[in-house]
């Protein structure tokens, strides 16, 4: 039987923060509004994540709020690589070892996902999230075609990725959009994953929770032991 494949979130699971909410600290610092976006970001964070408003819409009114280049996102990457998740790095060489049948799949985006992930084992064309729009180095918007920017997007991507019911696939994450894999049956086993943030619907729902990086690999290595 073919080995398990397993599709991992990237906000608050693989990394220790939501990344967009942390570009927006990072664009807004000099802001005198800042507190006022900042909070109307997180707060559309929230709204999306727990199905309150839909997904495309919270992503463009946060988008909306914030002006920013190629250079505040070379300098988030740099900054999420030190907020991944403890354990993550140092296992790089186990995340090598099983990249084929790890895909990323984020409502964030590949501008900085790829760039953060891709050194510690991930590859590139397994890592599925949103494409930002640029005009020369300024950020002019995003890819709303793209599924993930909109709810439901999570199963459609692993649709096409050749994934379906009972092949065994497992999902990890800690938000509602990575529940939805396991509502719609696109996969077998979800794992909430609380390290960084506990929802009850999605602790509620799950067939396991774990709260460490060392847990979820000790899992993985359970379910691709023959
Ligand atoms: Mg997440």
Same mark, same amino acid.
Do not use: C, M
């Given at each position: 039987m073919p080995k398990k494949q397993v599709i991992l979130d990237f906000d608050s699971t693989l990394c220790a923060v939501e990344s967009l909410d942390a570009l927006a600290d990072m664009v807004l610092a000099d802001d005198p509004d800042s507190e006022a976006k900042v909070a109307e970001i997180e707060r559309l964070t929230s709204l999306g994540m727990s199905g309150e408003l839909p997904l495309s819409e919270s992503l463009a009114r946060r988008l909306a709020i914030l002006t %920013?280049?190629?250079? #505040?996102?070379?300098?988030?990457?740099?900054?999420?690589?030190?907020?991944? *998740?403890? /354990?993550?790095?140092? &296992? !790089?060489?186990?995340? %090598? &070892? !099983?990249?084929? #049948?790890? #895909?990323?799949?984020?409502? /964030? %985006?590949? &501008?900085?996902?790829?760039?953060?992930? *891709?050194p510690f084992g991930f590859r590139t064309e397994q890592i599925h999230a949103n494409v930002l729009f640029w005009d020369a180095d300024v950020c002019v918007g995003f890819d709303q075609h793209h599924p993930l920017s909109r709810n439901g997007g999570k199963p459609e991507v692993v649709q096409q990725l050749g994934l379906g019911p009972n092949m065994g696939t497992i999902a990890v994450g800690d938000g509602i959009s990575d529940l939805e894999l396991k509502r719609t049956g696109h996969v077998d086993q979800f794992v909430a994953f609380t390290a960084h943030a506990c929802r009850d619907v999605v602790v509620r729902e799950a067939d396991t929770e774990v709260s460490s990086w060392t847990g979820l690999r000790e899992i993985l290595d359970q379910a691709w032991t023959p």
């Open positions: %920013f280049n190629r250079g #505040h996102v070379e300098r988030l990457v740099e900054s999420l690589r030190q907020k991944l *998740t403890p /354990g993550l790095v140092a &296992d !790089h060489q186990w995340i %090598f &070892d !099983h990249g084929e #049948h790890l #895909h990323v799949v984020s409502g /964030g %985006f590949v &501008d900085w996902i790829v760039p953060v992930l *891709t």
